[in-house]
């Protein structure tokens, strides 16, 4: 099993910028994809992409947050990040990390709180 803990959410304000950091722990199941996901307060339990990465490297990001928010992936901590920049009232959302594996198994976090005052 895979363990996912997020880190890094808390109040800030409009213009501002946070650092969210997903830890995995337990087994060391090769990983297809990686990325962060956001569940707004009005969304009931949809959750919304926000940025991916594959194993290769490769990024995508919900338009909402390109050109703001980073997805970036280290290694030897194996951790997953994201850099959110120029944050907006609009973002606040329980962020939620995600890995899923090459067998299509899903893993996801219980998320960190992230608020944002206009």
């Known amino acids: 099993q895979v363990q996912l803990v997020e880190s890094g959410g808390g109040l800030v304000q409009a213009g501002g910028s946070l650092r969210l950091s997903c830890a995995a722990s337990g087994s060391r199941i090769a990983m297809k994809s990686m990325g962060w996901y956001r569940q707004a307060p009005e969304s009931g339990n949809r959750r919304e992409l926000v940025a991916t990465m594959t194993t290769g490297g490769s990024t995508n990001y919900a338009d909402s947050v390109k050109g703001r928010f980073t997805i970036s992936r280290d290694n030897a901590k194996n951790t997953l990040d994201l850099q959110m920049n120029r944050l907006e009232p609009e973002d606040t959302a329980v962020y939620f990390c995600?890995?899923?594996?090459?067998?299509?198994?899903?893993?996801w976090g219980k998320g960190t709180l992230v608020t944002i005052s206009s």
């Open positions: 995600h890995h899923m594996d090459f067998q299509h198994m899903n893993y």
